[in-house]
């Protein structure tokens, strides 16, 4: 177990660090550089610039600086606010992002989980059909025409949610379920094919024999076995809300991580893009990683480590 | 003896996309108490549809029983509710099935499995199940059953997964146990040690069994009575002696015939042609008509009569008729 964990962490940080390169060299391929929008500023006061923040520099040698900040997790001023630091701004924007980010989650499973398993049991009834047919267009629907429908329906006709921004529970909702609902409908729907095949396994029937309750033949040994596929897809779903979450933040004007990483692009403020995007995929990775731990300890079969079984 | 178990004029049908299966069409069977009965016939017959339904464990929808009834004890255990039956099961019948590799549940370590009947039924403290437990397993043969508990299916072989499905099966002393076909996915070496076990069971405890098996070689060595089923019926049943020493259905007979014994060395195997009948259209005489070597006209359009040789063995052919009989002597 701890070579394994040990094995996945150096991974991880190989991982990472791909991902920073690529960064760093897509980012200096773009064309433009932060400075040549403004057009007051003469060739002096540029040069200044640059110099300031190392951009005179070889590229070689920014690399390297890049990478000491990353070690160090200081990625020095923004270019475009000056009184602000990277690390500020992500401070500021990841509480955000992340309530964003673990609700969705937290709605999509559960609502998932629950529309999949009533679906299976109600196999081929009025409920499973309803649940199905809200599951495809969950699916089909993209996020960011789902946002603006439920703006358009909720706030504005309905005036019962306000629109935008982020200051009460009641903000919550709309970007929630904007956000939610193409990860629910992806897990109810593999929640129900799983758990209608896992209901016809042998140890169902073996569990029925015993004269177990209904209930608890579907809590502990249906859903365990049935959920497993889930938590497979867990990390592929996990990216998927992270990079929704940049659409959702804009459209709602929810002021994230997202807001700041977009916003860095558009600018070409160099820090601030390699220090979302590094912040970004560390937290992904690590994520990746603990869905791969848990996997090996809901199925025993699964080993984390070489010895054991026979 | 007492009787147990009583099965009379059981039909079960499956409702499928293709028509009405009649998989089990009139079964009558009983069996005493501390007996072994064996159930044997092809794949397809319907063995495992009619030991399921003791316990209303067939598939429910598409599976139905249309008619009969299985009375076990005094009750009438087709007329019985869900949770009454969820009662019975388990802790006054039981029941193992085919398969040892799928039939345990994978992510519940084996001592879990094995408590949750006795705690799901009895008023027991966790001590004392798990207690319980490592007593079972002893009984049926598995070396450190207290570190064994803690382990999970895919820690053990075969033939172990199948002790531990039998200790399972135990657990709460049922009257009845039903095994379907507990052998078939088991090595040659394994199924005679696993066979061994049932009648070292049945000594201790005195539990009535039902052995479903295709094989007959496997019911030479443990039955009392053997019920020979066809295309759903059961077309003749007798005594073990009967059955291999006087079997009177030519199906009975071709089964014999297409089996290794060991009493009738270097005699040759003869398979039995052809096919069982489609049973979504059962033909309404003797099923076996298109595959009786012996068969007359009257087999396709009328079903034999059902004749009584002895106090115990009973058969559905017409060569049983005092007509028939004339008719081949001539
Ligand atoms: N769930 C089901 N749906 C439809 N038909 C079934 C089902 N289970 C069994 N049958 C049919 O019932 C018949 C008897 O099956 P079974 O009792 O399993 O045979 P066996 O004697 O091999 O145990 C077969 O013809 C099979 O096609
Ligand atoms: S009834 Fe006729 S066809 Fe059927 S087994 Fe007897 S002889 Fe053969
Ligand atoms: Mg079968």
Redesign the pocket.
């Known amino acids: 177990m701890l070579k394994y964990i040990v094995k996945r962490f150096f991974l991880m940080i190989l991982t990472i660090f791909i991902i920073a390169t690529l960064t760093f060299f897509l980012m200096n391929a773009i064309p433009g550089s932060p400075f040549n929008e403004e057009k007051t500023s003469n060739a002096v006061v540029q040069q200044n610039l640059e110099k300031h923040f190392n951009l005179d520099k070889p590229l070689p040698v920014q690399y390297v600086l890049y990478l000491k900040s990353i070690i160090t997790f200081d990625f020095g001023p923004s270019i475009k606010q000056p009184t602000e630091t990277v690390n500020s701004l992500l401070g500021r924007g990841f509480p955000i992002s992340a309530e964003l980010g673990i609700w969705t989650i937290l709605v999509a499973l559960i609502s998932g989980i629950t529309l999949g398993v009533v679906a299976a049991l109600r196999h081929n009834k009025l409920i499973d059909y309803t649940a199905m047919t809200i599951a495809v267009l969950g699916i089909s629907i993209p996020n960011f025409v789902l946002a603006t429908l439920v703006i358009q329906v909720i706030a504005v006709d309905l005036k019962l949610l306000p629109a935008a921004t982020w200051n009460s529970p009641q903000h919550m909702i709309l970007p929630i379920i904007a956000l939610a609902t193409g990860p629910m409908a992806i897990i109810a729907r593999l929640t129900r094919s799983s758990m209608l095949e896992t209901l016809t396994q042998d140890y169902i029937k073996t569990a029925r024999a015993k004269g177990l309750s209904p209930f608890k033949i579907v809590v502990k040994h249906a859903l365990r076995n049935a959920l497993m596929p889930v938590v497979t897809i867990l990390g592929t779903l996990l990216a998927g809300v992270l990079t929704g979450t940049f659409v959702i933040e804009k459209i709602f004007a929810i002021p994230g991580m997202g807001k700041y990483f977009v916003q860095g692009i558009n600018q070409r403020d160099y820090p601030v893009i390699m220090g979302t995007t590094v912040f970004y995929s560390t937290f992904l990775v690590m994520m990746l990683f603990l869905v791969d731990i848990m996997y090996g300890v809901l199925d025993p079969r699964i080993k984390l480590h070489k010895k054991g079984g026979e | 003896m007492e009787k147990i178990l009583d099965i009379k004029d059981l039909h079960v049908s499956?409702t499928?996309y293709g028509g009405e299966?009649q998989?089990?069409r009139g079964v009558n069977l009983d069996l005493h108490k501390g007996e072994t009965l064996a159930i044997v016939?092809?794949?397809?017959?319907?063995?495992?549809?009619?030991a399921?339904s003791i316990m209303k464990l067939?598939?429910s929808p598409?599976?139905k029983i249309t008619k009969g009834s299985i009375h076990f004890k005094d009750q009438d255990l087709t007329k019985m509710s869900n949770k009454d039956i969820r009662k019975i099961r388990g802790v006054d019948i039981s029941m193992i099935f085919q398969d040892p590799m799928t039939a345990l549940n994978p992510t519940l370590t084996v001592g879990d499995q094995l408590t949750e009947g006795l705690k799901q039924h009895k008023k027991i403290s966790s001590h004392d199940a798990n207690e319980q437990a490592i007593e079972m397993l002893n009984l049926v043969g598995i070396p450190n059953p207290k570190e064994r508990m803690k382990q999970h299916p895919h820690q053990f072989s075969g033939g172990m997964r199948q002790r531990i499905v039998i200790a399972m099966a135990l657990i709460c002393e049922p009257e009845l146990l039903i095994a379907?076909?507990p052998t078939t996915a088991l090595d040659v070496t394994i199924q005679a040690q696993i066979l061994q076990l049932f009648n070292k069971i049945q000594e201790q405890t005195g539990v009535s069994i039902i052995l479903?098996t295709?094989d007959l070689g496997v019911v030479a060595k443990i039955a009392d009575r053997i019920a020979v089923?066809y295309a759903?019926k059961v077309i003749e049943v007798g005594t073990r002696r009967e059955i291999f020493y006087n079997p009177q259905h030519p199906y009975t007979q071709g089964l014999l015939n297409s089996v290794p014994r060991l009493d009738q060395r270097g005699d040759q195997l003869i398979p039995i042609n052809g096919t069982p009948p489609d049973?979504f259209s059962p033909p309404k005489g003797c099923p076996f008509t298109a595959r009786c070597p012996k068969a007359m006209e009257v087999c396709e359009n009328v079903y034999p009569v059902h004749t009584k040789l002895s106090d115990t063995q009973e058969v559905d052919c017409w060569l049983q008729d005092e007509r028939a009989k004339k008719y081949i002597a001539t």
């Open positions: 499956f499928t299966v998989a089990v016939g092809e794949s397809g017959c319907g063995k495992s549809v009619t399921s067939i598939p598409p599976g379907d076909e479903i295709h089923m759903g049973l």
